[in-house]
Nanobody, 122 residues
Framework: VQLQAFGGGAVQAGGSLRLSCAASGLAFSSYAMGWFRQAPGKEREFVATISVRGTTTYYTDSVKGRFTISRDNGKNTVYLQMNSLKPEDTAVYYC????????????????WGQGTQVTVSS
C-alpha cells in the first residue's frame, strides 16, 4: 500500500494550495480518507476526513469554511483544497486511509502517506 501526498509548497497568507494524495495497493473506494498535519514542535492533528463515497465530511474548527476535502474514486485520489491560508496552517500535511468509518483522530487509520510541506508566510 502506498499513499503519496503532493502539492505542498510555500505561499503567502491569503493564498491557496491544493493537496493531492494518490493511493495504490488498496481498494481505495472502501476506505475513508483523512488529512492530518503536524507543525514543528507540535503533535499531529486532525484536519479533515471524507467517507468512502464522499457524502460525509468533517473538519477541524480552525479550517472550516477555508478547506475542502474531496475524492475521486476513479482516480484513487483524495484532495484537500486550502484557501485563505494563514501562517498557522504551516505544517507537514499527511493523508491517511481508514478501513473503518470516518475518523477524526489518528486512531483507526491503517495507512499513512509520507507528508508534504506547506509553508504560509505573513
Amino acid at each position: 500500500v502506498q499513499l503519496q501526498a503532493f502539492g505542498g509548497g510555500a505561499v503567502q497568507a491569503g493564498g491557496s494550495l491544493r493537496l493531492s494524495c494518490a493511493a495504490s495497493g488498496l481498494a481505495f473506494s472502501s476506505y475513508a480518507m483523512g488529512w492530518f498535519r503536524q507543525a514543528p514542535g507540535k503533535e499531529r492533528e486532525f484536519v479533515a476526513t471524507i467517507s468512502v463515497r464522499g457524502t460525509t465530511t468533517y473538519y477541524t474548527d480552525s479550517v472550516k469554511g477555508r478547506f475542502t476535502i474531496s475524492r475521486d474514486n476513479g482516480k484513487n485520489t483524495v484532495y484537500l483544497q486550502m484557501n485563505s491560508l494563514k501562517p498557522e496552517d504551516t505544517a507537514v500535511y499527511y493523508c491517511a486511509a481508514s478501513r473503518l468509518a470516518v475518523r477524526t483522530t489518528s486512531l483507526g487509520y491503517d495507512y499513512w502517506g509520507q507528508g508534504t510541506q506547506v509553508t504560509v508566510s505573513s
